[in-house]
């Protein structure tokens, strides 16, 4: 899998739940943290995924956000965390969706981008405006409502 990370920007890259070999071959392909934005109550978690980071000499950051429900207080807290660490950084969660929210979050208010450029990179990433992470940042970014999925693209 991680040979096949796919990048966001030069700064962020997304995947799903990342094994603990995973987590050294990041620091061997030269990333320099990683943020977990899973709950540790998610199935599948790994514990001491923090442990294994620090041992490979990665930065970490969890700041969980939720897969289901917008949460304007988690997204903010994610790039928060996201833009305090080292870059690059690879955003994680269970299937590599919710990550890549993020980063898109983090590059829209880093590059000032208009609210069609950001649902055009969502778009780009396989993310719709359906998606809850996408809908939190339209609202407190852009204070837009959610498109209809045929105003995208």
Known sequence: MTDNIPPVNQDYSSAGQLSPEQIQALAEQGFQAVLNVRSPAEPDSLADEADHAAAAGLGYAQAPVSPTVPDGEALTAALAALDALPKPVL?????????????????????????DAFLEQAAAHGLGPEQPQIQQFLRDYYGAPVPDQQEVG
């Open 91 to 115: 955003v994680h969660c269970r299937g590599g969706g919710r990550a890549t929210a993020v980063a898109l979050a983090a590059i829209a208010t880093q590059e000032q981008l208009s609210r």
